[in-house]
């Protein structure tokens, strides 16, 4: 097990950015894949990106392409979520999560992981 703390959010204008990032306890960080998801008031949580264990490979979700960056320093047990032109359409609380793994895999469903953070609000002002 691994627990998850993520910080980063507030409010913002949209157009502007935030960076989230995700700390996580433990010596064996470089295991997991790790991913980021949201979820908007009475809406289900929905993927937003994901990244492998060496942070080789990485996945997004249609409606962030071009805008968020996922990333990992493996040496500071952290995942960090760039967003660049947020909309108010992003606003959600966003989660981190992670998934010991032997692979170099990329994971997308919410189903896949099996550890969670506690959420950090990001909220897009019009």
């Known amino acids: 097990q691994v627990q998850l703390v993520e910080s980063g959010g507030g409010l913002v204008q949209a157009g502007g950015s935030l960076r989230l990032s995700c700390a996580a306890s433990?010596?064996?960080?470089?295991?997991?894949?790790m991913g980021w998801f949201r979820q908007a008031p009475g809406k289900e949580r929905q993927f937003v990106a994901a990244i492998s264990r060496s942070g080789g490979s990485k996945n997004y979700a249609d409606s962030v392409k071009g805008r968020f960056t996922i990333s990992r320093d493996n040496g500071k047990n952290t995942v960090y979520l760039q967003m660049n032109s947020l909309k108010p359409e992003d606003t959600a609380v966003y989660y981190c999560?992670?998934?010991?793994?032997?692979?170099?895999?990329?994971?997308?469903?919410?189903?896949?992981?099996?550890?969670w953070g506690q959420g950090t609000q990001v909220t897009v002002s019009s």
């Open positions: 433990g010596r064996t960080f470089s295991m997991y894949a």
């Open positions: 999560a992670a998934r010991a793994v032997n692979t170099g895999v990329v994971l997308t469903t919410f189903q896949s992981y099996d550890n």
